[in-house]
């Protein structure tokens, strides 16, 4: 921060819109899963399919969707696909018989089952936080009440 005068500019800091669900919070901007604030270790592919999952929540999708978008032209085997959701599950202390984020649905794809908030960017919410109160409106000077 420069100093003027004594006095001390601050550049306001705007936090991008990202997505709460449970615990953790997806920002898109940075690719990052947040727990508590903290990034969590996560291989880029395992970000990627997470994202997929949450852009069509609560929808399945399709592992032949997922292979197509996130490994892109790439063969992999269902391995691999595997291994990333275990990667998730393990981050989410997620539990694949009784699915808290992640669920299987069998030889279909992936479903992501957690309810999905968007937070605007700006707002300061944090999960579990109370939403603010929108300021009322005044009436304009000259207007009728």
Do not use: C
């Amino acid at each position: 921060m420069r100093q003027n005068g004594g006095h001390r500019n601050e550049i306001p800091v705007k936090t991008p819109p990202h997505y709460v669900f449970g615990d953790f919070e997806f920002d898109p901007g940075t690719f990052q899963l947040r727990r508590d604030g903290v990034p969590q270790p996560l291989e880029p592919k395992a970000l990627d399919v997470l994202r997929l999952l949450r852009d069509r929540a609560p929808q399945v999708v399709e592992k032949n969707d997922i292979f197509s978008t996130v490994w892109k032209g790439v063969a992999v085997t269902d391995n691999a696909l595997t291994r990333v959701v275990a990667q998730l599950r393990k981050v989410l202390a997620d539990d694949p018989k009784v699915p808290r984020y992640i669920e299987t649905v069998a030889t279909r794809g992936y479903r992501l089952v957690a309810p999905v908030t968007l937070v605007a960017a700006g707002d300061d919410q944090t999960p579990g936080a109370e939403p603010v109160a929108p300021p009322t409106s005044l009436p304009f000077a000259g207007s009728p009440s």
